[in-house]
């Protein structure tokens, strides 16, 4: 006969009983506390189950499960957010929404995931989201604590990119500003910030010109704007003071005698139709720069391709790979390249100054 317990569920406002049997949590609400005004009450009621054979699991199914785990454990950040509600929305939900959790397992998932007509990459994102999923169930005791049937889910190719990184070189870089309109100053330095400190364009938004220490000579990255969503960074490695070249310094110090928005806590590339409230917009930093792309004749250039320009620069200057993890911010080494180093402050400035005359210097 199995042994239990009787708890009262405050967020319903009922009792339930609680109990073990080989190995398997199991639960069946007694009643209300309207019903049973104490506890002892409800285990009269309780013990007279005990007696019964025991009814089945009830396991809700994944749509109730992801409506809890979005007001309980989804991420603050905006960014992640959008992506894990993504592959919900999009494709998760679609298909196992109706389902109870247990019956999300390696072999059916692994065959699902191969049907979809999504890159390996893609496949390995709706993988990690139900593997989230699989342990916040765990966490609630909706499901045995056991080993995650998402971790035996294979995707083939993962590793594989589909297309590969663009990477521009110092003579395409300087095409691209070339081809940009005389008048966009503001662009000319956001493209120059980020190929010499390999910043996400998220990141290039984020800045204020608080975050410049002129006498320092360094550039503070401490949040990110996405979609006009003002953000933390990536990570926590993301957030750290980068060295500044001198004449990258020079050319700061031209654009904020020339923007109108110079005061501290004004955004660097502030936006000029949202009277500097705002950063600029993603669409207009797109369609200019796929314009001046077009226009210097060197094909697609996304605003991701300078941090993979900034990586392929440091290489080509000489940079240790420790130097380079420090630079790029990654947290894992792994992340820049499979073996390990150390970096000194003098390195990183050496390193530095040598990407920024690459973007500055003229043939």
């Known amino acids: 006969m199995p042994i239990g317990s009787v708890t009262f569920n405050r967020r319903f406002g009922t009792w339930v009983y609680l109990w ?18 104490t506890k002892e009450a409800a285990w009269q009621v309780a013990r007279g189950k ?76 709706i993988r990690g989201m139900l593997s989230i999923l699989w342990g916040y169930a765990m966490w609630r005791g909706d499901v045995p604590t056991q080993r995650n049937p998402m971790e035996l889910v294979t995707i083939k190719g993962v590793n594989n990119r589909v297309r590969k990184p663009r990477n521009l070189t110092a003579q395409q870089f300087h095409a691209l500003l070339d081809a940009l309109e005389d008048d966009d100053v503001c662009l000319r330095t956001m493209l120059l910030l980020a190929v010499s400190f390999g910043l996400r364009i998220s990141e290039v938004l984020g800045l204020k010109w608080k975050d410049v220490d002129w006498l320092g000579k360094t ?13 933390d960074v990536k990570t926590s490695c993301s957030a750290r003071s980068m060295v500044i070249a001198d004449e990258l310094l020079a050319t700061l110090k031209q654009w904020k005698q020339t923007t109108q928005f110079s005061s501290a806590e004004d955004w660097i590339f502030a936006s000029p139709v949202k009277l500097g409230r705002q950063p600029l917009g993603y669409t207009h930093i ?9 226009k210097a004749g060197i094909g697609h250039v996304s605003s991701h391709t300078f941090r993979h320009t900034y990586r392929t620069w440091l290489d080509s200057v000489g940079t240790p790979v420790g130097v380079q993890q420090k630079l790029m911010r990654h947290s894992d080494i792994r992340t820049t390249m499979n073996i390990y180093g150390d970096a000194v402050t003098d390195d990183i400035r050496e390193a530095s100054q040598k990407v920024a005359r690459m973007a500055l210097a003229r043939s």
């Open 20 to 37: 073990w049997e080989n190995g398997k949590r199991h639960s069946r609400t007694i009643g209300t506390a309207k019903d049973f005004p």
């Open 50 to 125: 005990r007696a019964e054979s025991p009814p089945p699991t009830t396991t809700e199914n994944l749509r109730t499960l992801v409506a809890q785990y979005r007001q309980e454990r989804m991420p603050q950040r905006q960014s992640t957010r959008r992506g894990y509600n993504a592959w919900l929305d999009n494709h998760i939900l679609p298909k196992w929404g109706s389902s109870p959790v247990p019956f999300l397992q390696a072999r059916p998932v692994e065959l699902w995931l191969q049907s979809l007509r999504i890159s390996p990459k893609s496949r390995s994102h």
């Open 219 to 231: 550039l503070r990255i401490e949040r990110a704007v996405v979609k006009q969503i003002v953000d």
């Open 286 to 294: 797109w369609e200019a720069l796929d314009q001046a792309a077009k």
